[in-house]
């Protein structure tokens, strides 16, 4: 249809016009500069320009046409298009003169548009009608618009049966604490919900600009919920984060510590995505993810997996399945992202994706879509993670969670039972709010909430650089890194279910004042832990220190290592040599807490149920401080019998995956689902033979070599019978030596930045304080220190190889941290560095393959785990 086509492809006037109303002017005039600025796609002025033009002329058809095709880009106003519409869909004219000002009637399209303006209205039926009658214009060969009706007649179509079967949902507005008359938006919450993260547009926004639509420019807030349930008032989040520009907030990870926000320059085309880091007192500057997420194209939205190795964000980069998709980036060892990978026809359609979101179970994604069944424009969907770690069966989450306007911004809390999300409901306060969800009968998302504070002594202030490590205890691997507002202390992360964890509690010289354990059940519900630590006087104690409290077990009754399934009602026994034994009784969770015990003690712990006995567990608290937490986990039939098949076998082989030559002494560890291990070397020929396996059991085999890793390959043995050899090729990527064949072990041959130091330790061999390497790392430390705060992390190791100068190895590697931060400190105050600049973090870890008395021969195997590792920054 020639007529309509061509009302789009308009060549649009290269005459520059104020884009205000000015008093007194012309039906023309008006007219004019609407036109010229709706091809500008500026409906908010062009708008006024076509109110004053109707003020001269309320009868006329095109000027209600005009007006009403301006209310249905408006963000605040869509509903009043109808009203205009209805008018100018009477008087339709086939030969319609485009930006003629002497013409009176509507084009055809107007049906088209009247009939968006009746289904944002909820009629259906009669939006129908109108797409119909707009059809009867369309010609044969309009295939672009045949393709366009049919889209919005199927919105209609489902939105009428989302409408009258509604989800059983109860909306709050979060009120006018944190609402306002103005645009509010893209709420993100901490893990605990006592933190709101938005976006706003009010006119106290940071530089008081506004767009070239009229609306402000955006801003990032936080409100804070007091112990009543009221959110504070907004306040500006951060001078490190907002500018004259635009900032919006997009995403919060689950542990607090990193806000994804997008940003341009206020012309919305140079929209990219950044993050600012939390450092407990105020947010970072904004930083960039990498290469491959930002483009010279527009990216909008953005989340972090729960355990922050994945990155989703949206993009209408070339490439895609049409319009915005949705991509993901994983995070690579070296701790970079790698290239961008579309995620597929699934999730991504020909048409708009955006406001991705994914729940901290790591299996529910959110996001939304226009080309999904939708009620009308973008509608949330979620899809879930099926057995082949794929997401499937995209699901739209219904009405009145979604409306026949555009609804993107969506985030659900931990437990799954609330989410919250902005939208346009009656009885708002203004453009779009903030909203609760609270869904009656959704099930608990089976993870745990730990809400921890730390409280500082009276009449004084809680210190800053307050840092809290976290450890999986079965891996040794850092969980997360917190650190607590200065403001009240409080800190929240997400933990999953059937792991125990190490609180590490500590000062900003890495010196820790408190400790504890925690253990997260595998029970099929949601679990809130909450902590409190309160500090002595630090004025008086001179440093961080916990007030004394006793040593306390948390007794945790379970069916076996394997499912780890709660017992409730069991009867737990501590019995301590020469005392009188104690019982207790665990609750409906299997658990007993705040058993107090004595230091320098030795314990045992047993429990009963129905007369059966568990396995007896050993407690010693000799060296304990005061104040610790141990969980101590009794397993009633105690760890399953492995039935070990001879001829069930296994052969090994590591090659160098650039060369494919075999590796000798590489060390090859096989685990199995019941997280036993196997530590084994490969022979001169780079193979192992005949390690035996157990039937009906998943394994996963990883090999390293002189610092390179393999990639992990899982392999089961479910369904196998009779004699079977399984047979596994492990290929590593081998790196550059770190040591110079001219310089001892472990100083850097010129590989690494002057911002990182390691040194790997060869018996009886130090750190030599003049290797070229170790001086650039003092160097730059004294030059950063000169300027600003430098954060020091230390890593340490031990190998297994016993010690006879320490305790054990874990104090061996402990020290080794500790000398290197004094030798730091040492060395940056010889050079004249600012030493109280320098912020350390220390962790240590005792790692590599099990002694087997090889001490002389298995030098290498072993001396690649006994290593020192810093970073400034």
């Known amino acids: 249809m020639r007529l309509i086509i061509t009302f789009f492809l308009v060549t649009i006037l290269s005459i520059s016009l104020k884009a205000q109303v000015k008093a007194g002017g012309t039906y023309k005039e008006y007219f004019m500069e609407g036109s010229y600025l709706m091809l500008e796609e500026n409906y908010v002025l062009a708008q006024d320009n076509f109110q004053a033009a109707f003020e001269l002329d309320s009868n006329n058809a095109n000027i209600r046409y005009n007006i009403g095709v301006c209310y249905l880009h408006s963000a605040t106003q869509k509903a009043q298009a109808e009203r205009h519409l209805a008018i100018a869909v009477q008087k339709v004219d086939k030969g319609y003169k485009m930006d003629d000002y002497t013409e009176k009637s509507a084009p055809p399209l107007a049906h088209f548009y009247h009939g968006q303006a009746l289904h944002i209205n909820y009629r259906f039926d009669d939006a129908l009608a109108?797409?119909?009658?707009?059809?009867?214009?369309?010609?044969?060969?309009?295939?672009?618009?045949?393709?366009?009706?049919?889209?919005?007649?199927?919105?209609?179509?489902?939105?009428?049966?989302?409408?009258?079967?509604p989800v059983n949902i109860q909306?709050?507005?979060?009120?006018?604490?944190?609402?306002?008359?103005?645009?509010?938006?893209?709420?993100?919450?901490?893990?605990?919900?006592?933190?709101?993260?938005?976006?706003?547009?009010?006119?106290?926004?940071?530089?008081?600009?506004?767009?070239?639509?009229?609306?402000?420019?955006?801003?990032?807030?936080?409100?804070?919920?007091?112990?009543n349930g009221n959110w504070s008032g907004p306040q500006p989040i951060s001078n490190n984060i907002n500018t004259?520009?635009?900032?919006?907030?997009?995403?919060?990870?689950?542990?607090?510590?990193?806000?994804?926000?997008?940003?341009?320059?206020?012309?919305?085309?140079?929209?990219?995505?950044?993050?600012?880091?939390?450092?407990?007192?105020?947010?970072?500057?904004l930083k960039e993810f990498g290469s491959d997420v930002n483009s010279k194209y527009h990216e909008s939205h953005a989340c972090l997996s729960g355990d922050g190795h994945v990155l989703f964000f949206a993009s209408d980069r070339p490439g895609g399945l049409g319009g915005s998709d949705i991509y993901r980036c994983l995070k690579l060892p070296n701790g970079q992202w790698s290239k961008a990978y579309n995620m597929g026809p699934t999730i991504n359609t020909e048409y708009d994706e955006d406001g991705a979101f994914i729940h901290p179970d790591g299996h529910t994604f959110f996001f939304a879509s226009k080309g999904h069944k939708s009620m009308g424009g973008y509608d949330i969907m979620f899809a879930t993670l099926n057995e082949e770690d794929k997401f499937d069966y995209v699901t739209n989450m219904g009405y009145p969670i979604n409306t026949?306007?555009?609804?993107?911004?969506?985030?659900?809390?931990?437990?799954?039972?609330?989410?919250?999300?902005?939208?346009?409901?009656?009885?708002?306060?203004?453009?779009?709010?903030?909203?609760?969800?609270?869904?009656?009968?959704?099930?608990?998302?089976?993870?745990?909430?730990?809400?921890?504070?730390?409280?500082?002594?009276?009449?004084?202030?809680?210190?800053?650089?307050?840092?809290?490590?976290?450890?999986?205890?079965?891996?040794?691997?850092?969980?997360?890194?917190?650190?607590?507002?200065?403001?009240n202390g409080v800190f929240s992360t997400i933990l999953p279910p059937g792991n125990e964890y190490n609180f590490s509690y500590q000062a900003g010289d890495g010196e820790e004042f408190y400790n504890e354990d925690v253990f997260v059940s595998n029970d099929l519900s949601y679990q809130e832990i909450k902590r409190e630590v309160n500090l002595e006087?630090?004025?008086?104690?001179?440093?961080?220190?916990?007030?004394?409290?006793?040593?306390?077990?948390?007794?945790?009754?379970?069916?076996?290592?394997?499912?780890?399934?709660?017992?409730?009602?069991?009867?737990?026994?501590?019995?301590?040599?020469?005392?009188?034994?104690?019982?207790?009784?665990?609750?409906?969770?299997?658990?007993?807490?705040?058993?107090?015990?004595?230091?320098?003690?030795?314990?045992?712990?047993?429990?009963?149920?129905?007369?059966?006995?568990?396995?007896?567990?050993?407690?010693?608290?000799?060296?304990?401080?005061?104040?610790?937490?141990?969980?101590?986990?009794?397993?009633?039939?105690?760890?399953?019998?492995?039935?070990v098949s001879k001829e069930?076998?296994?052969?090994?082989?590591?090659?160098?995956?650039?060369?494919?030559?075999?590796?000798?002494?590489?060390s090859v560890v096989l685990s199995d689902n019941d997280g036993n291990k196997k530590d084994l070397s490969t022979d001169e020929n780079g193979k192992i033979k005949g390690v035996e396996l157990t039937p009906d059991t998943k394994y996963t085999l990883t090999a390293s070599n002189e610092g390179s890793i393999s990639?992990?390959?899982?392999?089961?043995?479910?369904?196998?019978?009779?004699?079977?050899?399984?047979?596994?090729?492990?290929?590593?990527?081998?790196?550059?030596?770190?040591?110079s064949t001219n310089e001892p072990a472990g100083t850097s041959s010129g590989d690494l930045p002057p911002s990182r130091y390691e040194f790997?330790?060869?018996?009886?061999?130090?750190?030599?304080?003049?290797?070229?390497?170790?001086?650039?790392?003092?160097?730059?430390?004294?030059?950063?220190?000169?300027?600003?705060?430098?954060?020091?992390?230390?890593?340490?190791?031990?190998?297994?190889?016993?010690?006879?100068?320490?305790?054990?190895?874990?104090?061996?590697?402990?020290?080794?941290?500790?000398?290197?931060?004094k030798r730091i400190k040492e060395a940056v105050e010889a050079k004249g560095g600012n030493v109280k600049k320098l912020k350390f973090t220390r962790s240590s870890k005792v790692g590599g393959p099990k002694y087997r008395g090889d001490r002389d021969l298995g030098r290498e195997k072993y001396e690649k785990h006994q290593f020192v590792k810093a970073s400034a920054k």
């Open 760 to 821: 790997y330790f060869q018996y009886n061999r130090n750190i030599n304080e003049e290797d070229g390497a170790w001086t650039a790392f003092i160097d730059r430390i004294v030059e950063l220190s000169q300027k600003k705060t430098v954060r020091v992390s230390i890593k340490a190791s031990a190998s297994k190889v016993p010690t006879r100068a320490y305790k054990n190895n874990k104090q061996l590697a402990s020290s080794r941290a500790k000398n290197l931060q």
């Open 130 to 165: 109108e797409f119909a009658k707009f059809e009867s214009y369309v010609g044969p060969k309009d295939k672009d618009w045949k393709k366009m009706l049919d889209h919005n007649r199927a919105y209609s179509e489902y939105a009428k049966k989302a409408v009258a079967g």
């Open 171 to 227: 909306i709050t507005n979060l009120g006018d604490s944190v609402n306002s008359s103005y645009p509010d938006y893209s709420p993100v919450l901490s893990s605990d919900e006592r933190m709101l993260i938005y976006t706003t547009r009010r006119p106290n926004t940071t530089g008081g600009m506004k767009d070239f639509t009229g609306y402000y420019n955006e801003d990032i807030v936080v409100c804070y919920k007091d112990n």
């Open 244 to 285: 004259g520009g635009m900032e919006a907030s997009i995403n919060l990870s689950s542990d607090g510590q990193t806000l994804i926000m997008y940003k341009d320059g206020g012309d919305g085309n140079s929209g990219n995505i950044y993050y600012s880091n939390f450092d407990g007192k105020d947010w970072s500057s």
């Open 404 to 487: 026949t306007d555009d609804d993107v911004f969506f985030v659900t809390s931990p437990d799954g039972k609330r989410a919250y999300l902005s939208s346009a409901h009656e009885g708002g306060f203004g453009e779009k709010d903030i909203y609760m969800l609270t869904i009656p009968g959704t099930g608990e998302k089976p993870l745990a909430l730990f809400k921890g504070q730390i409280i500082p002594a009276d009449g004084e202030k809680l210190p800053e650089e307050l840092v809290i490590l976290v450890t999986d205890k079965k891996t040794g691997e850092i969980v997360g890194t917190f650190r607590p507002k200065v403001a």
């Open 648 to 666: 069930l076998l296994l052969d090994v082989t590591v090659k160098n995956a650039k060369t494919k030559k075999a590796i000798s002494n590489a």
């Open 537 to 643: 006087p630090v004025k008086l104690m001179g440093k961080v220190k916990a007030k004394a409290k006793a040593i306390l077990l948390n007794a945790v009754v379970l069916d076996n290592s394997k499912s780890k399934k709660t017992i409730s009602g069991a009867n737990i026994t501590l019995a301590e040599a020469g005392a009188e034994n104690k019982n207790f009784t665990a609750n409906e969770k299997g658990r007993y807490d705040g058993i107090e015990l004595q230091q320098d003690k030795k314990y045992t712990l047993f429990a009963e149920v129905d007369g059966k006995k568990s396995l007896v567990g050993e407690i010693n608290t000799k060296g304990v401080k005061s104040g610790k937490v141990i969980n101590q986990l009794v397993y009633m039939t105690g760890k399953p019998e492995a039935v």
């Open 711 to 739: 990639e992990e390959v899982s392999f089961n043995t479910n369904g196998v019978k009779g004699s079977k050899k399984i047979s596994k090729t492990l290929l590593i990527n081998v790196a550059k030596a770190v040591v």
